[in-house]
């Protein structure tokens, strides 16, 4: 089982995470199919591209994007597998849709990306827990230079796209959105509210929007333009 230019993967354990066990019982947080929130977005490799070179592996947990197992309904009410979908709990990936991969239980940021761990804003005369478009970078682009774990940097508007990694709230940002390296001062302080360590599922955000700002997301209820 290979595909040419694509990864096979399959869940880690189903294609939603919308349930919670509360008291050795399952509950159900969301029935919506299309809401990005409560998709699964950790995979293992089943299978790599034949016709490119890559570091990932058989075997390998990546953390993939939120519609490649994300169900949908078309004009009939019909629901619908997306475009990634190959067979019964295999589906196909593109490698711009992996975000991170873990060897040897580590993380591993692919060509491309970078993961940044916002900090506690100390402004008291901003409502903003966190200070906007910086962060301390935890997982990083060996193609970044002169950029390493732990420097702290600034990143373009709306270039963040929240993820939670082993109960920790990060932005994952494309490289090329990384805009300057800040010195640190040695006061700065990682946030990370109290529900990500819990594992609920409150985003606020959403590829491409900045819901920080906005109070709301615009999300894609049907195959994203992203699959085709």
């Not at 990932?56 to 009939?76: E, L, M, P, Q, S």
């Amino acid at each position: 089982m290979k595909a040419v230019y694509n990864f096979v993967v399959q869940p880690v354990k189903s294609r939603y995470n919308n349930t919670k066990d509360i008291g050795g019982k399952e509950l159900i947080v969301n029935t919506e199919i299309f809401n990005h929130q409560y998709v699964s977005r950790e995979a293992i490799v089943k299978a790599i591209p034949t016709v490119s070179e890559t570091d990932i592996k058989v075997g390998d947990t990546v953390i993939v994007h939120h519609n490649v197992f994300r169900r949908w309904y078309d004009i009939r009410g019909v629901e619908k597998n997306g475009r990634a979908y190959y067979k019964e709990n295999k589906y196909f990936v593109r490698p711009d849709q992996i975000f991170l991969y873990k060897q040897n239980n580590k993380w591993i940021a692919p060509e491309g990306y970078c993961f940044v761990k916002p900090i506690i804003s100390n402004n008291i005369l901003l409502n903003e827990k966190e200070i906007p478009l910086k962060g301390i970078i935890k997982h990083v682009d060996k193609n970044l230079k002169d950029i390493y774990k732990e420097d702290l940097v600034g990143f373009t508007p709306s270039s963040e796209y929240e993820f939670i990694i082993d109960g920790e709230r990060m932005y994952r940002i494309p490289t090329n959105s990384i805009s300057i390296k800040y010195e640190r001062q040695g006061n700065e302080k990682e946030y990370n509210p109290s529900w990500a360590n819990r594992g609920e599922r409150i985003d606020q955000s959403s590829e491409g929007t900045d819901c920080r700002y906005r109070g709301g997301c615009l999300l894609y209820t049907s195959p994203s333009p992203r699959d085709s």
